[in-house]
């Protein structure tokens, strides 16, 4: 039995030693190169936001460091997207095998394991979806760990959010959505801004005012019972009324604004 066990151990071994070299091998020849388009921003000396501009691809994604988020929008996504994103390596195995079997189950897909860190590499390497791309995502996903802090891959992750039209990233629909900067954002707002990346077409801020705010009670329900937040909290949040329009970004000094976007353009 102990031979058994140790022959056992020891192909395990020799697996695992192969998948290594094999991986930092392709790591050495297909390096990851993450190449970030943020909208050009200009700014008083006090670090107001004087005017924005679309940024290549024609869309507003303003650039915002992780300490510029809520820490309440923070846990919400980490709590609703991947709520073991400090603990694992880029991929979760146990939520792939959890997946694999409901969808096995059902005979369709029924739920994903996607971490933020692979969510990261396809949102700024979007390719079709099938089996050979979802390894390379896995692939692209560890490499990221690897060269990027946790702190950093969130960041990414919060800066390049889909919501709907040219309009990507959380702190930038927080000033489109609610106009307010994404370090004031209330609970009820914090999830609303964590729903709509799933369905950006279809929870349409003009349209579907009633889909967002049923999906919002829903994550706020699903947050209670596992504790995330206080009960006093989810009650306020329950009773804070869903208020999105489209608020225009302020153009303070436009004249300056743009002759300093001219003078120190990339």
């Known amino acids: 039995?102990?031979?058994?066990?140790?022959?056992?151990?020891?192909?395990?071994?020799?697996?695992?030693?192969?998948?290594?070299?094999?991986?930092?091998?392709?790591?050495?020849?297909?390096?990851?190169?993450?190449?970030?388009?943020?909208?050009?921003?200009?700014?008083?000396?006090?670090?107001?936001?004087?005017?924005?501009?679309?940024?290549?691809?024609?869309?507003?994604?303003?650039k915002h460091a992780l300490s510029e988020y809520s820490p309440v929008l923070i846990k919400t996504i980490v709590s609703k997207e991947d709520q073991w994103f400090y603990w694992h390596f880029g991929v979760n195995p146990v939520a792939i095998i959890r997946a694999g079997f409901d969808n096995i189950r059902r005979n369709k897909r029924v739920s994903g394991a996607s971490t933020i860190s692979m969510q990261v590499v396809r949102l700024m390497?979007?390719?079709?979806?099938?089996?050979?791309?979802?390894?390379?995502?896995?692939f692209r996903a560890i490499q990221l760990e690897l060269q990027?802090?946790?702190?950093?891959?969130?960041?990414?992750?919060?800066?390049?959010?889909?919501?709907?039209?040219?309009?990507?990233?959380?702190?930038?629909?927080?000033?489109?959505?609610?106009?307010?900067?994404?370090?004031?954002?209330?609970?009820?707002?914090?999830?609303?801004?964590?729903?709509?990346?799933?369905?950006?077409?279809?929870?349409?801020?003009?349209?579907?005012?009633?889909?967002?705010?049923?999906?919002?009670?829903?994550w706020l329900q699903y947050f209670n019972d596992g504790g995330t937040f206080t009960p006093n909290l989810i009650a306020e949040a329950l009773k804070e009324p869903v208020a999105i329009q489209k608020h225009e970004l302020l153009k303070i000094a436009p004249h300056l604004s743009l002759q300093l976007k001219n003078t120190y353009k990339d």
């Open 148 to 218: 990027y802090s946790k702190s950093e891959i969130l960041e990414l992750y919060l800066n390049h959010l889909p919501y709907g039209g040219n309009i990507e990233g959380a702190g930038t629909a927080s000033l489109f959505y609610f106009g307010k900067a994404p370090m004031a954002l209330s609970l009820s707002e914090s999830v609303i801004l964590s729903v709509i990346p799933n369905r950006p077409g279809s929870l349409n801020i003009q349209t579907r005012l009633g889909a967002i705010e049923q999906s919002r009670n829903y």
């Open 1 to 62: 039995m102990r031979q058994r066990l140790f022959k056992y151990c020891y192909k395990l071994l020799r697996v695992c030693s192969w998948c290594i070299l094999v991986f930092m091998l392709a790591h050495v020849l297909f390096p990851l190169k993450l190449k970030t388009d943020y909208s050009t921003c200009v700014y008083s000396s006090e670090g107001k936001l004087l005017s924005a501009y679309l940024n290549k691809g024609d869309k507003w994604r303003l």
């Open 125 to 138: 390497h979007p390719q079709k979806r099938s089996f050979v791309n979802k390894f390379t995502e896995i």
